[in-house]
T-cell receptor, first 114, second 112 residues
Framework: DAGVTQSPTHLIKTRGQQVTLRCSPKSGHDTVSWYQQALGQGPQFIFQYYEEEERQRGNFPDRFSGHQFPNYSSELNVNALLLGDSALYLC?????????????FGQGTRLTVV | QQPVQSPQAVILREGEDAVINCSSSKALYSVHWYRQKHGEAPVFLMILLKGGEQKGHDKISASFNEKKQQSSLYLTASQLSYSGTYFCGTVPDGGATNKLIFGTGTLLAVQP
């Protein structure tokens, strides 16, 4: 059983460009959350998708957007990249979105903006 | 709103014990513990729910004091594989979300 998979693993972009990151959830999971982890910090919640809808959003600007597909996979899009967007982007999947449900993380995409 | 973890870092010899604390200023529904090795994904360790019992498996256990909004992770007879950064992720009281608010992290290094 494959766990949460993310692609690509590493990415280098130039300021002002746009980027798309992808996530396939663990089998049987329908809820996908995205987190941003800056170096030396804990992950910060970006948003969560369930049934192809964004159901919850963290404190991130509209430059960050996402999508969930019918097969539950998800994309994170970031427009007009800033140097400060350089971070590890983590995808987490879970079987539902209640507070007692464990979330499993993918290995992340390391984004570097130059 | 971010939970505070203590200590920030700890160095152990194999076989020694450690306690990592997570403290929130908000009432909590659950606390989730993860271990992350450098360059890898956070790995789920355990969840503690409001009203639940202390949990544990193998030599890692945890407790959750709802009144103090605090959780502690106990590592006994540490092994080299325990090295990494430990994060607590908290869910505010109400429980209608599994959006995690992660703590500041505790770096644990186990030496031979």
């Amino acid at each position: 059983d494959a766990g949460v998979t993310q692609s690509p693993t590493h990415l280098i972009k130039t300021r002002g460009q746009q980027v798309t990151l992808r996530c396939s959830p663990k089998s049987g999971h329908d809820t996908v959350s995205w987190y941003q982890q800056a170096l030396g910090q804990g992950p910060q919640f970006i948003f969560q998708y369930y049934e192809e809808e964004e159901r919850q959003r963290g404190n991130f600007p509209d430059r960050f957007s996402g999508h969930q597909f019918p097969n539950y996979s998800s994309e994170l899009n970031v427009n007009a990249l800033l140097l400060g967007d350089s971070a590890l982007y983590l995808c987490a999947s879970s079987s539902d979105w209640s507070g007692g449900t464990k979330a499993f993380f993918g290995q992340g995409t390391r984004l570097t903006v130059v | 709103q971010q939970p505070v973890q203590s200590p920030q870092a700890v160095i152990l010899r194999e076989g020694e014990d450690a306690v990592i604390n997570c403290s929130s200023s908000k009432a909590l529904y659950s606390v989730h513990w993860y271990r992350q090795k450098h360059g890898e994904a956070p790995v789920f360790l355990m969840i503690l729910l409001k009203g639940g019992e202390q949990k544990g498996h193998d030599k890692i256990s945890a407790s959750f004091n709802e009144k103090k909004q605090q959780s502690s992770l106990y590592l006994t007879a540490s092994q080299l594989s325990y090295s990494g950064t430990y994060f607590c992720g908290t869910v505010p009281d109400g429980g209608a979300t599994n959006k995690l608010i992660f703590g500041t992290g505790t770096l644990l290094a186990v030496q031979p």
